[in-house]
Protein backbone atom coordinates (compact mmCIF):
# COMPACT_ATOMS: atom_id res chain seq x y z
CA UNK A 1 0.00 0.00 0.00
CA UNK A 2 1.58 3.32 -0.82
CA UNK A 3 1.29 5.58 2.14
CA UNK A 4 1.87 9.71 1.60
CA UNK A 5 2.70 11.66 4.88
CA UNK A 6 1.27 15.24 3.99
CA UNK A 7 3.43 17.01 6.83
CA UNK A 8 6.58 15.37 8.33
CA UNK A 9 6.14 17.46 11.56
CA UNK A 10 2.67 15.73 12.30
CA UNK A 11 2.20 12.31 13.22
CA UNK A 12 -0.71 10.20 12.32
CA UNK A 13 -1.48 11.86 9.34
CA UNK A 14 -0.97 9.74 6.60
CA UNK A 15 -3.01 9.04 3.94
CA UNK A 16 -3.51 5.92 2.11
CA UNK A 17 -3.96 5.58 -2.02
CA UNK A 18 -7.17 4.52 -2.20
CA UNK A 19 -8.27 7.88 -0.19
CA UNK A 20 -7.00 9.76 -2.48
CA UNK A 21 -9.20 8.58 -5.01
CA UNK A 22 -12.45 9.90 -2.52
CA UNK A 23 -11.53 13.78 -2.44
CA UNK A 24 -13.73 16.46 -4.08
CA UNK A 25 -11.12 16.89 -6.79
CA UNK A 26 -10.52 13.77 -8.22
CA UNK A 27 -14.50 13.37 -8.27
CA UNK A 28 -14.80 16.70 -10.33
CA UNK A 29 -11.51 15.76 -12.18
CA UNK A 30 -13.10 12.24 -12.75
CA UNK A 31 -16.33 13.92 -13.97
CA UNK A 32 -15.00 16.24 -16.50
CA UNK A 33 -12.72 13.94 -17.93
CA UNK A 34 -14.93 11.05 -18.16
CA UNK A 35 -17.18 13.54 -19.99
CA UNK A 36 -14.36 15.09 -22.61
CA UNK A 37 -14.25 11.52 -23.33
CA UNK A 38 -17.53 10.79 -23.89
CA UNK A 39 -17.52 13.98 -26.80
CA UNK A 40 -14.38 12.96 -27.93
CA UNK A 41 -15.89 9.81 -28.96
CA UNK A 42 -18.55 11.12 -30.67
CA UNK A 43 -16.72 13.34 -32.69
CA UNK A 44 -14.79 10.39 -34.10
CA UNK A 45 -17.79 10.28 -35.99
CA UNK A 46 -17.89 13.24 -37.80
CA UNK A 47 -18.01 13.42 -41.29
CA UNK A 48 -15.08 14.08 -43.24
CA UNK A 49 -15.32 17.42 -45.88
CA UNK A 50 -14.28 17.00 -49.15
CA UNK A 51 -10.87 18.64 -49.38
CA UNK A 52 -12.66 21.13 -52.19
CA UNK A 53 -14.93 22.34 -49.73
CA UNK A 54 -12.35 22.37 -46.57
CA UNK A 55 -11.40 26.09 -45.36
CA UNK A 56 -8.55 25.25 -42.63
CA UNK A 57 -8.73 22.42 -40.36
CA UNK A 58 -11.55 19.32 -40.59
CA UNK A 59 -14.66 20.47 -38.64
CA UNK A 60 -13.71 17.37 -36.13
CA UNK A 61 -10.15 18.35 -35.79
CA UNK A 62 -11.20 21.77 -32.98
CA UNK A 63 -12.92 20.18 -31.00
CA UNK A 64 -10.56 16.89 -30.46
CA UNK A 65 -7.68 19.51 -29.73
CA UNK A 66 -9.90 20.97 -27.06
CA UNK A 67 -10.89 18.27 -25.31
CA UNK A 68 -7.96 16.65 -25.35
CA UNK A 69 -6.74 19.88 -23.81
CA UNK A 70 -9.61 19.98 -21.00
CA UNK A 71 -8.51 16.21 -20.31
CA UNK A 72 -5.01 17.36 -19.73
CA UNK A 73 -5.64 20.48 -17.47
CA UNK A 74 -8.55 18.33 -15.46
CA UNK A 75 -4.78 16.05 -14.90
CA UNK A 76 -3.31 19.07 -14.20
CA UNK A 77 -5.58 20.54 -11.48
CA UNK A 78 -5.85 17.15 -9.56
CA UNK A 79 -2.49 16.89 -9.21
CA UNK A 80 -2.56 20.60 -8.18
CA UNK A 81 -4.90 19.57 -5.30
CA UNK A 82 -2.84 16.50 -3.94
CA UNK A 83 -0.82 19.02 -3.40
CA UNK A 84 -3.17 22.28 -1.93
CA UNK A 85 -6.12 20.85 -0.92
CA UNK A 86 -9.26 22.63 -1.91
CA UNK A 87 -10.70 24.61 0.66
CA UNK A 88 -14.86 24.31 1.60
CA UNK A 89 -16.99 26.74 1.07
CA UNK A 90 -19.98 27.00 2.37
CA UNK A 91 -21.14 30.34 0.53
CA UNK A 92 -19.62 31.35 -2.88
CA UNK A 93 -18.17 34.76 -2.89
CA UNK A 94 -20.00 37.31 -5.30
CA UNK A 95 -18.00 37.46 -8.01
CA UNK A 96 -18.53 33.84 -8.97
CA UNK A 97 -22.30 35.51 -9.39
CA UNK A 98 -21.69 38.25 -11.12
CA UNK A 99 -19.42 36.43 -13.50
CA UNK A 100 -21.89 33.72 -14.26
CA UNK A 101 -24.41 37.01 -14.77
CA UNK A 102 -21.18 38.15 -17.21
CA UNK A 103 -21.25 35.14 -19.07
CA UNK A 104 -25.21 34.68 -19.54
CA UNK A 105 -24.91 38.83 -21.05
CA UNK A 106 -22.14 37.78 -23.08
CA UNK A 107 -23.93 35.20 -24.59
CA UNK A 108 -26.81 37.37 -25.58
CA UNK A 109 -24.64 39.90 -26.87
CA UNK A 110 -22.79 37.61 -29.04
CA UNK A 111 -25.92 35.91 -30.50
CA UNK A 112 -28.13 39.03 -30.93
CA UNK A 113 -25.95 41.65 -31.51
CA UNK A 114 -22.27 40.98 -32.13
CA UNK A 115 -20.00 37.68 -31.46
CA UNK A 116 -16.72 39.96 -31.40
CA UNK A 117 -18.51 43.25 -29.21
CA UNK A 118 -19.29 40.12 -27.01
CA UNK A 119 -15.85 39.19 -26.25
CA UNK A 120 -14.84 42.64 -25.40
CA UNK A 121 -17.49 43.26 -23.27
CA UNK A 122 -16.76 39.45 -21.02
CA UNK A 123 -12.94 40.73 -21.32
CA UNK A 124 -13.82 44.22 -19.69
CA UNK A 125 -16.41 42.97 -17.75
CA UNK A 126 -14.59 40.28 -16.08
CA UNK A 127 -11.19 41.98 -16.05
CA UNK A 128 -13.33 44.86 -13.75
CA UNK A 129 -15.08 42.12 -11.46
CA UNK A 130 -12.13 40.05 -10.85
CA UNK A 131 -10.59 43.21 -9.11
CA UNK A 132 -8.37 45.07 -11.83
CA UNK A 133 -8.84 48.49 -11.39
CA UNK A 134 -5.85 49.77 -13.45
CA UNK A 135 -7.67 51.48 -17.17
CA UNK A 136 -4.56 50.54 -19.60
CA UNK A 137 -4.46 46.87 -18.57
CA UNK A 138 -8.10 46.58 -18.99
CA UNK A 139 -7.93 48.45 -21.90
CA UNK A 140 -5.41 45.83 -23.28
CA UNK A 141 -7.02 42.90 -22.82
CA UNK A 142 -10.64 44.00 -23.25
CA UNK A 143 -9.52 45.00 -27.04
CA UNK A 144 -6.13 42.45 -27.88
CA UNK A 145 -7.47 39.37 -26.40
CA UNK A 146 -10.55 39.33 -29.15
CA UNK A 147 -8.95 40.58 -31.61
CA UNK A 148 -6.16 37.32 -31.33
CA UNK A 149 -8.97 35.59 -31.25
CA UNK A 150 -10.75 37.01 -34.56
CA UNK A 151 -7.81 36.64 -35.85
CA UNK A 152 -6.58 33.07 -34.54
CA UNK A 153 -10.10 32.18 -36.01
CA UNK A 154 -10.15 34.09 -38.95
CA UNK A 155 -6.14 33.66 -40.12
CA UNK A 156 -5.07 30.87 -39.22
CA UNK A 157 -7.93 28.52 -38.79
CA UNK A 158 -9.96 30.20 -41.97
CA UNK A 159 -13.30 30.05 -39.98
CA UNK A 160 -15.37 32.87 -40.46
CA UNK A 161 -17.01 34.62 -37.04
CA UNK A 162 -21.29 34.90 -37.55
CA UNK A 163 -22.44 38.18 -38.63
CA UNK A 164 -22.89 41.51 -36.52
CA UNK A 165 -22.31 44.97 -36.29
CA UNK A 166 -18.18 45.10 -36.40
CA UNK A 167 -17.92 42.09 -38.07
CA UNK A 168 -19.75 42.87 -40.94
CA UNK A 169 -17.97 45.80 -41.57
CA UNK A 170 -14.99 43.95 -41.67
CA UNK A 171 -16.77 41.06 -44.25
CA UNK A 172 -18.19 43.20 -46.07
Do not use: C
Amino acid sequence: MIMINKNENTKGTETTFPSLLKTDAFIVSAIIVLFSIGLFLVTLNFDKVPPILNRGIQPATFPKILLLFIIFLSFFNYFLALKTPWKIQVNLPKTFYHTLFIMLIFGLISKNIDFFLGLIFLSLTIAWTWGERRILPIIFVSVVFPLLVFLLFEKMLNLRFPGGLLTNLYYY
